[in-house]
């Protein structure tokens, strides 16, 4: 077995063990432990979140004072503490079920989007940034000022624009990959820190 199959299977086995539903929470794991972005108490919206790995994770950090949200085009089972709704991020009715759903300013965005991939890299790269894309327009409709985002990314020819335009509109933008992402994976994780103030996006868009 090569080395990067065994850290595949040593994460899916530490999921099962702790009754996650996916290998995918320990990503969302060690970005927060490095960088801090969920607390207790707060807001969090998560968008493509099936099966629910970072929702059960969001829920156990927030604790019963936070609220968090998920949405996929896909069923989620229960998770106590959590409200999901199925739709899609590039539906007008359900961003506004969503929107309804927050009543008020999000702490936290996390997007994990991910299209049924093709296996062809630049397709699916285009795919996948145009979803994200829309969950950066929803973002915006949603977070509070000074709150965060995580955005996953399929990297490719659009990423370093991608991530040009997320500059605009938070403070401190990191690209990262966490350990528990596959090495060979296309995908990497964009921490977006403070998002800024309306004052602040106000001029930009005046200046330009
Ligand atoms: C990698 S999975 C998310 C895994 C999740 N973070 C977890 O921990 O269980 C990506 C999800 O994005 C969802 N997705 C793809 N397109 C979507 C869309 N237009 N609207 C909402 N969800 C979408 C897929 O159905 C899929 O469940």
New binding site residues.
């Given amino acids: 077995m090569k080395l990067s199959d065994a850290r595949k299977d040593q994460y899916r086995k530490l999921a099962k063990e702790n009754m996650y539903?996916?290998r995918?929470?320990y990503k969302?794991s060690q970005l927060n432990k490095s960088h801090h972005f969920l607390k207790e108490g707060m807001k969090v919206v998560?968008?493509?979140?099936?099966?629910?790995?970072?929702?059960q994770l969001a829920s156990k950090i927030t604790g019963p004072k936070g609220t968090v949200i998920g949405?996929?085009?896909?069923e989620i089972e229960p998770i106590p503490n959590v409200i999901t709704i199925v739709?899609?991020?590039?539906e007008e009715k359900?961003i506004g079920k969503l929107i309804n759903l927050i009543g008020g300013n999000a702490d936290v965005v996390?997007s994990?989007?991910?299209?049924n991939v093709s296996g062809l890299w630049e397709m699916d790269h285009i795919k996948q940034i145009d979803?994200t894309r829309?969950a950066l327009e929803f973002t915006k409709t949603v977070l509070k000022e000074n709150g965060y985002a995580l955005y996953?990314v399929f990297q490719g020819e659009d990423t370093a624009g991608f991530i040009n335009h997320l500059k605009e509109f938070f403070l401190n933008v990191i690209i990262t990959k966490p350990d528990a992402s596959r090495k060979q994976s296309s995908e990497i994780y964009v921490l977006c820190k403070k998002y800024k103030k309306k004052e602040q996006l106000q001029i930009r868009i005046t200046n330009t």
Avoid: N, T
Avoid at 46 to 55: E, F, Q, R, S, T
Avoid at 71 to 74: A, E, G, Q, S
Avoid at 87 to 90: A, K, L, P
Avoid at 112 to 115: F, H
């Fill in positions: 539903r996916s995918a929470v969302l998560d968008i493509g979140a099936a099966p629910g790995g970072w929702l949405i996929d085009l896909k739709g899609s991020i590039e359900d996390l994990d989007l991910a299209p979803l829309k996953k």
